[in-house]
């Protein structure tokens, strides 16, 4: 069944543009309230309690108290944490026993932008059938509880210091960080309070940058989608790494002492070798983007490799599925469920870091067995709904593309699921060519969307 307000990864869009306005949000707190109350069975006299966490992003107040007041119209009580990273709604959903977690964010978008993503009692994103009964409320009539059954709100003063310590808790109890000094990049984002804090109590020097957001500065030149500054700051500084967060602090790159950048393949990779030095390994899950080096990599190790479609949402369904713990996306998701529920840029830096630890050496010593493939991507922007795979332009380029690069190469094209992009992706063992057959097919894409 297709949706109609919720996308890959929530709802989300220009804020002031349907859905991204206050009266939607209210009427989705509204509907997404009474579904839960529905469906979590609380015992007589009790409320369900749902938690909101957001971005530093300026309309992150309208939308928060947009939400607020459709939760208390449907007789659901609040818990409100200010900013949070996404990962840690998740996790204070969880611990705080709480019937859903929800994130006002748009992750790695311009400040413009904002969404609203779910979690589950879980810490897990929700079902599909409660996303699709949550859809069909929303455009039902908004109505009122009784006076005396209208939620309340309430602020939990200690939701930093519950997040900074369960990250802790996910690094080895019998190593620190003493002697690195680590640059840590929070994007201006909802990390700026918690994540370099993890680090230096748990020994390491800390450098913090992007850590100044005032509303309208979220992702712009920081962070993991711009990681320039932190391979920068790394040279100037002489450190020993670098870790760069998204604005919502659910994705990871890191840098080594020499300013080389490292995405989520080559961190994922980092985890799974160490977790196979510890005991067997039973796969991997990336997606479709996944650099085909990774699985080549990992075949040589014997363990298995399964891509889903692009999303992090889409992994941990194949990782529950296959009962695996480990998995990721380029873009810097990373899946450690031994450890967490969600992808947690945070912990999964740990991770690399206890990794590093153990064996010694630098990180590019460390990623040795791994050389990933050239890789382009272009990002081409379509018309909504554009129908790319009927064009018959488009697909005789593709077929094209393919025909040549079989055997030595992969080729994707797909739709963003967040933003009207079309995604064109070449990989390949040749870096000439690959680039070459990326450009191909974007101005094929381009002058079939916008023909002359």
């Not at 869009?13 to 509907?31: E, K, N």
């Not at 957001?54 to 992150?60: A, F, N």
């Not at 459709?70 to 007789?75: H, I, T």
């Not at 985890?271 to 991997?284: E, F, K, L, P």
Request: glycine share 10%.
């Amino acid at each position: 069944m297709s949706r109609k307000y919720f996308g890959t990864d929530g709802i989300r869009g220009r804020v002031g543009v349907a859905p991204i306005t206050p009266d939607f949000v209210m009427r989705l707190g509204y509907a997404a309230g009474k579904v839960l109350a529905e469906s979590a069975k609380m015992p007589v006299g009790e409320r369900p309690s749902v938690l909101i966490g957001k971005d530093t992003r300026l309309s992150g107040y309208m939308l928060e108290s947009a939400l607020e007041a459709g939760f208390a119209a449907a007789g659901v009580d609040v818990c409100l944490v200010g900013p949070m990273p996404t990962p840690a709604v998740a996790y204070l959903t969880r611990a705080l026993r709480l019937q859903a977690g929800i994130v006002i964010s748009a992750s790695h978008n311009p400040y413009y932008d904002n969404g609203i993503k779910f979690f589950s009692a879980q810490g897990t994103k929700l079902p599909d059938a409660i996303e699709h009964a949550i859809e069909a409320a929303i455009d039902q009539p908004m109505a009122c509880v009784a006076p005396a059954d209208l939620g309340r709100a309430r602020r939990i003063d200690d939701a930093r210091g519950r997040y900074i310590e369960f990250c802790k808790s996910t690094f080895p109890n019998d190593l620190d960080l003493r002697g690195l000094k680590i640059v840590v990049d929070c994007a201006h984002g909802a990390a700026y309070h918690t994540a370099p804090d993890v680090f230096h109590e748990l020994g390491a020097e800390v450098v913090r940058i992007g850590v100044q957001p005032n509303g309208l500065n979220i992702n712009d030149g920081f962070g993991a989608t711009a990681p320039q500054a932190l391979c920068d700051a790394v040279l100037a500084q002489r450190a020993d790494l670098g870790v760069a967060l998204d604005g919502d602090a659910d994705r990871i790159q890191m840098v080594d002492a020499g300013g080389r950048l490292y995405d989520g393949d080559q961190l994922l990779y980092a985890i799974v070798c160490n977790r196979a030095r510890h005991g067997r390994v039973s796969g991997v899950a990336g997606t479709l983007m996944t650099n085909l080096a990774l699985e080549h990599a990992l075949a040589k190790m014997g363990i298995p490799f399964g891509r889903a479609a692009v999303g992090d949402r889409y992994v941990v369904e194949m990782l529950n599925e296959r009962g695996w713990l480990y998995g990721g996306e380029n873009s810097g998701h990373i899946l450690a469920m031994d450890r967490h529920t969600t992808g947690d840029g945070t912990v999964a830096a740990l991770q690399v870091l206890a990794a590093l630890r153990e064996a010694g050496g630098s990180l590019r010593e460390l990623l040795a067995g791994l050389e990933l493939y050239p890789q382009k991507l272009i990002n081409v922007p379509i018309v909504k709904g554009f129908p790319w795979r009927d064009d018959p332009a488009i697909q005789s380029a593709l077929a094209e593309v393919e025909r040549r690069m079989e055997g030595r190469g992969r080729v994707l094209l797909r739709a963003s699921g967040t933003e009207p992009l079309l995604r064109v992706m070449v990989e390949g063992e040749d870096a000439a060519m690959v680039v070459a057959a990326a450009e191909e097919l974007a101005t094929v894409v381009r002058e079939a969307v916008h023909p002359s």
